[in-house]
């Protein structure tokens, strides 16, 4: 079974912190990985996704098959991150799972 | 339009009546999803359309769950004999389908049903 799981609801940090949001899945063959965010008072929009190994907005994310992990990351963190984080996977079909979120707050 | 446009962005209702969500998806995306979001939880996946079949209805929690979607374009969730814990936001999102899973799924700003 296809499973996603976030164990932080809440992060709080200041401006110029590093940030790690977790994730950890399970899925019994080879999952694709995304980033979902949501802004407030904004759709959910996907940041990034695993395949592309890009960063986007200063956040990267790694897929550790080993750990069956894919946690975000930021080095320095700015107040305009602030926002809810979903971590999603895909495996063979087109479902899209979602965990639970982490709300990420970032204090000035 | 340029996005998913969801309607009723709120809907007020009693206990045991029925509901209708609509969702209207960029135009030329095949794909179609809904998702339900309880107050503090993630999201959860309800039902997936490619084109007007539903490969995937798996997520649909009971019998009183349905959804349709016709000319590969507009798509409703109807919800019968409410309860109040189908109190919830309903997300749709769409995707173009082109032989791979981006996964990029484009939401829309979902519709928040309270069943009192």
């Known amino acids: 079974a296809q499973r996603v799981t976030q164990p932080e609801k809440l992060l709080s940090v200041f401006k110029g912190a590093p940030v790690e949001l977790k994730c950890n899945y399970s899925?019994?063959?080879?999952?694709?990985l995304f980033w979902y965010v949501q802004y407030s008072r904004q759709r959910l929009q996907l940041l990034l996704r695993?395949?592309s190994r890009e960063s986007i907005k200063g956040f990267t994310a790694d897929l550790n098959k080993g750990e069956t992990s894919f946690h975000l990351k930021k080095p320095f963190a700015q107040e305009e991150d602030s926002a809810m984080y979903y971590c999603?996977?895909?495996?063979?079909?087109?479902?899209?799972?979602f965990g639970t979120g982490t709300r990420l707050q970032v204090f000035p | 339009g340029a996005g998913v446009s969801q309607s009723p962005s709120n809907k007020v209702t009693e206990k045991g009546k029925d509901v209708e969500l609509r969702c209207d998806p960029i135009?030329?995306?095949?794909?179609l999803y809904w998702y339900r979001q309880r107050l503090g939880q993630g999201l959860e996946f309800l039902i997936y359309?490619?084109?007007?079949?539903?490969?995937?209805k798996s997520g649909l929690p009971s019998d009183r769950f349905s959804a349709e979607r016709t000319g590969e374009s507009v798509s409703t969730l109807t919800i019968q004999r409410t309860q109040q814990e189908d109190s919830a936001v309903y997300l749709c999102?769409?995707?173009?389908?082109?032989?791979?899973?981006?996964?990029?799924?484009?939401f829309g700003e979902g519709s928040r049903l309270t069943v009192l």
């Open positions: 999102a769409s995707t173009p389908r082109d032989g791979r899973n981006t996964g990029e799924l484009f």
């Open positions: 899925y019994s063959g080879s999952p694709e």
């Open positions: 695993h395949i």
């Open positions: 999603a996977l895909s495996g063979l079909t087109d479902k899209l799972i």
């Open positions: 135009s030329g995306h095949t794909a």
């Open positions: 359309f490619q084109g007007n079949s539903a490969p995937d």
